[in-house]
């Protein structure tokens, strides 16, 4: 998927704005800056502990506004639906984007409906764009140095394991609810926290894993991450071993990865445990001078292991 | 769809911005106002005489935020993919989705692909979700008077006869292109053309008869609309007679509807005949104190036939 990205969208569609990859494209309005993101939602349940796909379609993209530095403003919404939904359904959905958009404060201003005949598509998929203004600037990963500390703010792969234990019928598992959740309230106490913050960036598909792996891509440095320090609970992890999934791949919906100067890492834990949604944060590694373009894992055992960018996607339909 | 709409979207989620129903959003930002859109397009089949799902992706969210008075400026792609989708039927799309931005001055800036597995979409579906600067205030249904005409920029029915007649294999029309084009060069030759420019809409999904009830929904006005006048290709009307469509339902994607001053009509037509876009442009009827919340057809023998909101859609996937 990188590599279809990078050739076939950016060599025929890009635009200097899409050629820089980030999470929402930075535009220029009237003067000011602001973010412009898209995303489409095709997970399958469409409902799971803790969420639903229009929860999900509403956190996912003021999250993806949020690691940008912005405040989400406007949402527009996209539905896909397949003839003989039923309306009870729909409705459940809707209503669940109504109250995902009243927690994030932004506004549902534009939408459209499509419906196809049966079997042209899984019951409905969710395209949510967004824009936010950026009142946060300068989160680059060009601000990243070497000994800046790499932190999250809760414990990885909930969202994937509750989407999972639903589709699987794993009861076990039943009792993880999806993290998906509108992050901009936390993001805005993390940047009052530090002026130091460099960069953020929510680990969804691919998971922290895959999202470490596409900050280093530039080559010019490395992370280190301590598996001890990585917070998974212990049912995410049973789930794993049982299946033979490796937690640092499962997506969240409602974590956040922050890079961050040294001094302020104490500060900007504290500010985030403050706050409901970053209760579990933790600082989990650090940018490295060896191994640039690379992120390795101090395993507990002592030993080193290079966590590559995951190829294919572990979990389909996930987000 | 419009009571689902209105009862349930508006009611869940309005948002005195998502209330006012227009093709696009009216939003500001840093003091100035801008028009924000998107459509999911589910066209079938994805290639057909004069275009495909990319050229009418981008065309259909331009034309959105032209008509709004915009000039479009940013757009966002989010394609949904069935596994196993040729990567030279992506290719082409994407191509043509690079081509039509460019013929449309507009940038795309940020993008989102998902996989579903085989049997969970048909083929592709996208969705473009686009911001423009309003350069053309005003453009209101509220502003529209009794005794102001009715025009409209070319042939109708192109395009949904175009898809028609690939998905059906009906040899005899194959020589209808769809209309399917950015409009916003057009439209800026129009609104330049006169300062009595009302309100404009695009007639796409339920075609003329459909968007011009959408304009008298409030019953402060009527629509008459006169048979003779309006634009249609004889091979357009050969394929209805034939098939028992109406053509004033028929979806087009590069044609607007021109609501002005009666004694602007002139000049604006001539403004559009100079384009190679509106060569077939023509006055086709106009706003009448009459039949309040009506549309009607004079019809060619002298009668007088209600032209009603379409029940259903008269042909599916048909953008």
């Not at 794993?170 to 130091?196: Q, Y």
């Not at 302020?264 to 640039?292: F, N, P, Q, Y």
Request: one cysteine or more; a positive charge; charged letters at 25%.
């Amino acid at each position: 998927m990188h590599e279809l990205i990078d050739e076939l969208f950016i060599g025929s569609l890009g635009g200097k704005t899409l050629k820089e990859k980030k999470d929402s494209a930075v535009i220029r309005l009237g003067g000011e800056s602001y973010a412009f993101t898209t995303d489409s939602y095709v997970v399958s349940p469409l409902f799971f502990p803790g969420g639903d796909i229009g929860r999900l379609a509403v956190s996912g993209t003021v999250n993806d506004l949020a690691v940008c530095g912005a405040k989400p403003l406007y949402i527009s919404l996209g539905l896909v639906m397949e003839e003989g939904l039923p309306k009870k359904t729909l409705e459940k959905i809707v209503v669940s984007i109504g109250a995902a958009s009243k927690e994030a404060g932004v506004e549902i201003v534009t939408g459209d409906t499509k419906v196809v005949e049966r079997g042209a598509c899984d019951k409905i998929f969710i395209n949510t764009s967004g824009i936010g203004k950026i009142v946060y600037k300068g989160l680059e990963i060009g601000r990243i140095k070497h000994g800046d500390v790499v932190m999250v703010s809760g414990p990885i792969g909930d969202h994937a394991i509750s989407v999972l234990s639903k589709r699987e019928g794993l009861g076990f598992a039943s009792n993880i609810k999806s993290d998906a959740v509108p992050l901009n309230g936390l993001i805005s106490r993390i940047v009052k926290a530090s002026a130091g913050i460099r960069f953020m960036r929510d680990p969804t598909r691919g998971g922290l894993g895959t999202t470490l792996n596409e900050i280093v891509r530039d080559g010019s440095f490395g992370i280190a991450i301590d598996e001890e320090a990585v917070p998974v609970r212990g049912t995410v992890r049973s789930a794993c071993e049982l299946l033979g999934y490796d937690p640092l791949y499962l997506a969240c919906e409602g974590r956040v990865i922050v890079i961050a100067a040294r001094e302020d890492a104490g500060r900007i834990v504290r500010a985030m445990k403050k706050d409901s949604l970053g209760r579990g944060s933790a600082v989990i590694g650090c940018i490295t001078k060896e191994h640039k373009g690379r992120v390795y894992l101090r395993t507990k055992s002592g030993g080193k292991r290079i966590i590559d960018m995951l190829a294919g996607e572990q979990l389909p339909r996930i987000c």
